[in-house]
């Protein structure tokens, strides 16, 4: 399995210095507002993706007086055939200038970190993945295709490559033939990412509707999920769409349809979620689908995710936090999850428990008795 055995935080947010030892299973961090819990699953956020979910302005994560913030892991994966491996990863950033380690060295990818780290983030703003625009709906499929495919990334590369020129001439309304020259690279990874893309939309989709069922036994009807290319559906000749909707095109200044464009509608009894579901449903939705994607990579890469949930309680009622920590469990994820109460997030196993109390910063490991 893949778990954080070491953690170190500095100067990120309100957390001076953090350091803990995580246990494989359930990691519970339990503090009062404001006490940096938010701060320590988006610590581990960072490092993985590169980003934060709360901000795009990163000097704002540097504990205030403080030049630069760390985090620092250690992560475990052991295979059943296969021995130990263990890697050292951190990042440092400083206003300027942003660092990533591996074992020692200075590394330039972000990819390297991501693939040694894969994480999976729940807050309580996470059903906006339904409500929200097609983007994060993307970036969760691509997730999954980024893990799965290791052309995913090269051609993603490429495609926003030409996309950007592409774009670049339609707004300088440059001449038909100078906008034409991006358009085979465009359609030849574009084809290739939507190829990859219905593969993996293909193999989640099982995985989807076994966790909705245990999730939201109610629900009678399995869910669909509706890919879109990113064109429009009868298309078979993605070339002669650009070339027939050139002059819409440099009237928008950009490009209209490709990859960059692909959406999932997510349907019950021919319903989009977002309109059907209660709120407590679409959150407990969007739990299926990041388990379903667990599995997924699991069963593929025999790598089980990290699981951060930020503020569980918020997320669901009693009976699904239950639900949710009893798959969690027999899915074997390390799970790390913050809370402003302990009583209100059973312990199952005590054998792979560990509890701290933060308080303004300070993390304190607690008794399990
Ligand atoms: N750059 C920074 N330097 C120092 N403190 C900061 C910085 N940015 C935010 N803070 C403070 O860090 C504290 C921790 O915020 P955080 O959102 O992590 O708390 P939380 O425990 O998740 O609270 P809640 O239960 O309300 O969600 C807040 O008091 C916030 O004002
Ligand atoms: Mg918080």
Not at 43 to 69: D, M, N, P
Not at 113 to 137: C, F, M, N, W, Y
Not at 317 to 322: G, Q
């Amino acid at each position: 399995m893949t778990q954080i055995t070491q953690l170190s935080i500095q100067h990120f947010r309100n957390c001076q210095h953090i350091q803990c030892e995580l246990s494989r299973g359930l990691n519970l961090i339990v503090g009062d507002n404001a006490a940096g819990k938010t701060a320590i699953i988006e610590a581990i956020w960072v490092l993985a993706t590169g980003r934060s979910f709360r901000t795009a302005k990163s000097h704002l994560l540097i504990q205030h007086q403080q030049e630069a913030l760390t985090v620092f892991t250690e992560v475990t994966s052991s295979h059943e055939n296969k021995s130990i491996a263990s890697h050292r990863l951190g990042v440092q950033k400083t206003t300027q200038q942003s660092q990533l380690r591996m074992d020692g060295e200075t590394i330039q990818s972000q990819a390297t970190i991501a693939q040694h780290l894969p994480v999976q983030l729940l807050t309580p703003e996470s059903h906006k993945l339904l409500e929200d625009g097609p983007k994060a709906r993307r970036q969760f499929m691509d997730w999954g295709c980024f893990h799965q495919s290791s052309d995913f990334m090269p051609l993603w590369r490429n495609y926003q490559r030409a996309l950007k020129q592409r774009n670049q001439a339609l707004k300088k309304q440059l001449p038909k033939a100078q906008v034409q020259l991006w358009d085979q690279t465009l359609v030849e990874n574009a084809l290739k990412i939507d190829g990859i893309r219905q593969t993996y939309l293909k193999n989640l989709t099982p995985y989807l509707v076994t966790f909705c069922q245990s999730l939201m036994p109610e629900i009678t009807e399995n869910v669909v999920c509706q890919y879109r290319a990113g064109w429009p559906k009868n298309t078979n000749d993605l070339m002669a769409l650009y070339a027939l909707n050139f002059q819409k095109e440099k009237a928008l200044g950009h490009t209209q349809y490709g990859a960059h464009r692909a959406d999932i509608r997510f349907k019950f009894s021919g319903q989009e979620a977002i309109n059907t579901l209660s709120r407590g449903q679409q959150k407990l939705f969007v739990c299926a689908l990041l388990l379903a994607q667990a599995s997924l990579h699991e069963k593929t890469l025999q790598e089980p995710v990290i699981m951060l949930i930020d503020d569980l309680p918020a997320e669901l009622d009693e009976t699904h936090r239950l639900k949710l920590l009893e798959l969690l469990q027999v899915l074997k994820i390390q799970h790390i999850i913050t809370s402003t109460s302990q009583t209100l997030i059973p312990i199952l196993n005590t054998n792979t428990t560990h509890i701290w109390q933060l308080n303004k910063g300070t993390l304190i490991q607690k008794s399990l008795l």
